[in-house]
């Protein structure tokens, strides 16, 4: 059976906006424990659901973010983790970005 990018998907609020930990600076204590020990298991969730959507194929930040439902800071700060354990690499080509500037293409290894 093939994995599906909706299966690695984050929860979605009633506005259907992703739910990630966090905790603001006015938040109790126990929001920010709580904060802290979900963060990590967050991590492992935007790497499998960025290595999901390039098994689509290369893509830019922007095509990834767009594929996962996370940030294009979300992407890029797991592309770095990603290519330093051998998972991913540059492709060495520039697609455009939404906004015309170019970014570096993405590949599974």
């Known amino acids: 059976m093939r994995t ?4 690695y998907r984050p929860a979605q609020d009633d506005s259907g906006l992703p739910l990630f930990a ?3 600076q ?17 991590r492992h969730v935007h790497e499998g659901l960025i290595l999901v959507a390039l098994e689509c194929g290369a893509a830019g930040k922007t095509r990834l973010a767009h ?10 700060r797991r592309m770095a983790t990603l290519e330093r354990e051998g998972l991913v690499v540059r492709t060495g080509r520039e697609v455009l970005s939404a906004a015309g500037r170019a970014e570096t293409e993405w590949g599974v290894k």
């Open 67 to 76: 594929l996962t439902g996370l940030t294009d800071q979300q992407v890029i």
């Open 26 to 42: 006015s938040h109790p204590a126990t929001s920010h424990a709580a904060a802290r020990a979900v963060t990590p298991k967050m």
């Open 22 to 24: 966090g905790a603001r």
């Open 4 to 7: 599906s990018i909706d299966d």
